[in-house]
DNA sequence: GTACAGATTGAG
DNA sequence: TCAATCTGTACT
Protein backbone atom coordinates (compact mmCIF):
# COMPACT_ATOMS: atom_id res chain seq x y z
CA UNK A 1 0.00 0.00 0.00
CA UNK A 2 0.97 3.57 -1.24
CA UNK A 3 0.99 5.30 2.06
CA UNK A 4 2.45 8.92 0.57
CA UNK A 5 0.15 10.96 -0.79
CA UNK A 6 -0.19 11.89 -4.08
CA UNK A 7 -1.13 14.28 -6.93
CA UNK A 8 -4.76 13.15 -6.62
CA UNK A 9 -4.80 14.30 -3.23
CA UNK A 10 -3.87 17.36 -3.78
CA UNK A 11 -5.27 18.72 -6.93
CA UNK A 12 -8.76 19.61 -5.17
CA UNK A 13 -10.23 22.46 -3.48
CA UNK A 14 -7.94 23.86 -1.10
CA UNK A 15 -10.56 24.07 1.62
CA UNK A 16 -11.04 20.02 0.64
CA UNK A 17 -7.64 19.39 1.34
CA UNK A 18 -7.27 21.33 4.50
CA UNK A 19 -9.61 19.58 6.00
CA UNK A 20 -8.35 16.19 4.57
CA UNK A 21 -5.26 16.94 5.76
CA UNK A 22 -5.96 16.70 9.47
CA UNK A 23 -4.95 13.36 11.20
CA UNK A 24 -2.42 12.83 8.40
CA UNK A 25 1.78 12.45 8.94
CA UNK A 26 4.01 15.31 7.44
CA UNK A 27 7.86 13.70 7.93
CA UNK A 28 11.02 15.95 7.44
CA UNK A 29 14.74 14.51 6.85
CA UNK A 30 16.60 17.63 7.51
CA UNK A 31 19.59 18.34 6.34
CA UNK A 32 21.44 17.94 9.41
CA UNK A 33 20.05 13.99 9.21
CA UNK A 34 17.60 14.00 11.81
CA UNK A 35 14.06 12.50 10.97
CA UNK A 36 11.50 14.92 11.94
CA UNK A 37 7.37 13.73 11.67
CA UNK A 38 4.36 14.64 13.52
CA UNK A 39 0.02 14.67 13.20
CA UNK A 40 -1.52 17.26 11.08
CA UNK A 41 -4.04 19.33 13.90
CA UNK A 42 -5.10 22.46 12.85
CA UNK A 43 -4.83 23.85 9.04
CA UNK A 44 -5.97 27.32 7.47
CA UNK A 45 -7.25 27.35 3.57
CA UNK A 46 -6.57 30.54 1.46
CA UNK A 47 -9.24 29.63 -1.94
CA UNK A 48 -7.78 31.61 -4.71
CA UNK A 49 -8.00 35.35 -6.21
CA UNK A 50 -11.12 36.57 -5.02
CA UNK A 51 -10.27 35.14 -1.30
CA UNK A 52 -8.69 38.80 -0.12
CA UNK A 53 -6.84 36.84 2.51
CA UNK A 54 -5.12 35.77 -0.43
CA UNK A 55 -1.17 36.42 -1.40
CA UNK A 56 -2.75 35.79 -4.58
CA UNK A 57 -6.03 38.37 -4.16
CA UNK A 58 -6.87 40.29 -7.33
CA UNK A 59 -4.67 37.58 -9.64
CA UNK A 60 -1.47 38.82 -7.79
CA UNK A 61 1.82 37.19 -9.09
CA UNK A 62 5.11 37.80 -7.52
CA UNK A 63 8.20 36.35 -7.64
CA UNK A 64 7.39 35.10 -3.33
CA UNK A 65 3.91 33.69 -4.22
CA UNK A 66 5.34 31.93 -7.26
CA UNK A 67 4.85 28.39 -5.66
CA UNK A 68 0.71 29.29 -4.87
CA UNK A 69 0.12 29.17 -8.70
CA UNK A 70 1.46 26.08 -9.15
CA UNK A 71 -0.15 22.46 -9.52
CA UNK A 72 -1.28 21.41 -5.93
CA UNK A 73 1.40 19.32 -4.02
CA UNK A 74 4.39 21.66 -3.88
CA UNK A 75 5.62 23.86 -0.76
CA UNK A 76 5.03 27.45 -0.31
CA UNK A 77 6.94 29.17 2.56
CA UNK A 78 7.51 32.21 3.09
CA UNK A 79 8.48 34.60 6.20
CA UNK A 80 6.55 37.13 8.30
CA UNK A 81 7.51 39.69 10.77
CA UNK A 82 10.80 39.00 10.06
CA UNK A 83 11.23 35.98 12.11
CA UNK A 84 8.79 33.38 11.61
CA UNK A 85 8.44 31.13 8.53
CA UNK A 86 4.81 30.01 7.42
CA UNK A 87 4.36 26.98 5.43
CA UNK A 88 1.79 26.24 3.16
CA UNK A 89 0.79 23.41 0.45
CA UNK A 90 -0.32 24.55 -2.77
CA UNK A 91 -3.75 22.88 -3.90
CA UNK A 92 -5.86 22.37 -6.89
CA UNK A 93 -4.77 22.99 -10.44
CA UNK A 94 -1.65 24.74 -12.17
CA UNK A 95 -2.61 28.58 -12.72
CA UNK A 96 -5.20 28.25 -9.36
CA UNK A 97 -3.50 30.30 -6.63
CA UNK A 98 -4.75 27.82 -3.80
CA UNK A 99 -3.30 26.84 -0.59
CA UNK A 100 -3.65 25.33 3.02
CA UNK A 101 -1.46 27.20 5.79
CA UNK A 102 -0.27 24.18 8.26
CA UNK A 103 -1.28 25.76 11.80
CA UNK A 104 -0.23 22.85 13.96
CA UNK A 105 1.40 19.85 14.28
CA UNK A 106 1.47 17.10 17.11
CA UNK A 107 5.24 16.30 17.35
CA UNK A 108 5.71 12.32 16.75
CA UNK A 109 8.52 12.62 19.87
CA UNK A 110 7.30 15.43 21.56
CA UNK A 111 4.86 18.32 22.83
CA UNK A 112 2.29 19.73 20.93
CA UNK A 113 3.00 22.83 22.35
CA UNK A 114 6.12 22.61 20.68
CA UNK A 115 4.48 22.87 17.57
CA UNK A 116 0.65 24.27 17.68
CA UNK A 117 1.52 27.18 15.63
CA UNK A 118 2.12 27.90 12.36
CA UNK A 119 6.00 29.53 13.26
CA UNK A 120 6.03 27.34 15.88
CA UNK A 121 5.86 24.47 13.72
CA UNK A 122 8.53 25.32 11.16
CA UNK A 123 11.16 26.58 13.98
CA UNK A 124 9.93 22.88 15.55
CA UNK A 125 10.43 20.86 12.35
CA UNK A 126 13.12 22.99 10.85
CA UNK A 127 11.38 24.09 7.55
CA UNK A 128 12.69 26.95 5.99
CA UNK A 129 13.53 28.55 2.36
CA UNK A 130 15.09 25.73 1.40
CA UNK A 131 12.08 23.86 0.88
CA UNK A 132 10.50 26.70 -1.49
CA UNK A 133 8.60 25.12 -4.21
CA UNK A 134 9.38 21.73 -3.37
CA UNK A 135 7.19 18.57 -4.56
CA UNK A 136 5.44 16.69 -1.82
CA UNK A 137 4.16 13.75 -4.40
CA UNK A 138 8.29 13.83 -5.18
CA UNK A 139 10.42 14.68 -2.36
CA UNK A 140 12.41 12.56 -0.41
CA UNK A 141 13.38 15.68 1.98
CA UNK A 142 9.92 16.06 2.87
CA UNK A 143 6.48 14.86 2.69
CA UNK A 144 3.04 13.49 3.54
CA UNK A 145 1.40 10.26 4.43
CA UNK A 146 -2.00 8.47 5.23
CA UNK A 147 -2.00 6.91 8.63
CA UNK A 148 -5.33 5.09 7.98
CA UNK A 149 -6.59 7.70 10.30
CA UNK A 150 -10.21 9.37 9.32
CA UNK A 151 -11.72 11.99 11.00
CA UNK A 152 -15.51 12.20 11.04
CA UNK A 153 -17.06 15.52 10.55
CA UNK A 154 -17.76 15.38 14.27
CA UNK A 155 -14.09 15.13 15.08
CA UNK A 156 -13.49 18.21 13.33
CA UNK A 157 -14.13 21.86 14.17
CA UNK A 158 -14.66 24.79 11.71
CA UNK A 159 -13.93 28.46 12.54
CA UNK A 160 -12.69 32.08 10.92
CA UNK A 161 -8.98 32.60 10.36
CA UNK A 162 -6.73 33.79 12.22
CA UNK A 163 -4.82 37.26 11.88
CA UNK A 164 -6.00 38.23 8.65
CA UNK A 165 -8.73 41.10 10.27
CA UNK A 166 -7.22 43.42 7.52
CA UNK A 167 -9.17 41.20 5.09
CA UNK A 168 -12.56 42.35 6.27
CA UNK A 169 -15.34 40.28 8.31
CA UNK A 170 -16.40 38.32 5.07
CA UNK A 171 -13.38 36.63 4.92
CA UNK A 172 -12.14 36.57 8.30
CA UNK A 173 -15.19 35.13 9.69
CA UNK A 174 -15.69 32.33 6.72
CA UNK A 175 -15.48 28.79 7.96
CA UNK A 176 -11.79 28.24 6.33
CA UNK A 177 -9.75 26.68 9.38
CA UNK A 178 -9.90 23.63 10.61
CA UNK A 179 -8.83 21.80 14.02
CA UNK A 180 -8.71 18.54 15.34
CA UNK A 181 -11.50 18.17 18.15
CA UNK A 182 -9.54 16.46 20.01
CA UNK A 183 -6.70 19.02 20.30
CA UNK A 184 -8.83 22.50 20.54
CA UNK A 185 -7.71 23.70 24.00
CA UNK A 186 -4.13 23.23 22.93
CA UNK A 187 -4.65 25.37 19.76
CA UNK A 188 -4.97 29.02 19.47
CA UNK A 189 -8.47 30.20 20.65
CA UNK A 190 -11.06 30.30 18.13
CA UNK A 191 -14.03 32.34 17.88
CA UNK A 192 -17.21 30.79 17.26
C1' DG B 1 16.22 54.50 -2.80
C1' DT B 2 12.98 54.61 1.00
C1' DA B 3 8.99 53.51 3.61
C1' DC B 4 5.80 50.28 5.51
C1' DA B 5 3.12 46.57 7.32
C1' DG B 6 2.58 41.68 8.00
C1' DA B 7 -1.43 34.31 7.40
C1' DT B 8 3.26 35.42 14.88
C1' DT B 9 5.14 34.75 19.26
C1' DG B 10 6.31 35.27 23.98
C1' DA B 11 7.37 38.43 27.51
C1' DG B 12 5.54 42.18 30.69
C1' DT C 1 -0.53 45.16 25.61
C1' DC C 2 3.45 45.43 22.87
C1' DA C 3 8.14 44.96 20.90
C1' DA C 4 11.10 42.00 18.10
C1' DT C 5 12.94 41.79 13.37
C1' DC C 6 13.28 41.75 8.16
C1' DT C 7 11.74 41.19 3.53
C1' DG C 8 8.70 41.74 -0.35
C1' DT C 9 6.26 45.18 -2.44
C1' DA C 10 4.66 49.84 -3.39
C1' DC C 11 5.73 54.34 -4.11
C1' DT C 12 8.86 58.66 -4.71
Same mark, same amino acid.
Given at each position: ?????????? *????????????????????????????? @?????????? +??????? =?? %?????????????? %? +?? =????????? /??????? =? @???????????????????????????? #??????????????? #????? *??????? %????????? @?? *??????? =?? %??? /????? #??? #??????????????
Amino acid at each position: MQKRLGIDFY *TKPSADVARELLGKRIIHNTPDGSALSGK @IIETEAYTGP +HDKASHA =YG %GKRTPRNRAVWTRG %G +HV =YIYMVYGMY /WQFNIST =Y @IEGVPECVLLRGVLPENGDVAKANGPGK #LCRYFKFDKSLYGVD #LTQSD *TVWIEDT %GEMLDDKDI @IA *TGRIGID =YA %GKY /WARRK #LRF #LAKDFENKLVKYRA
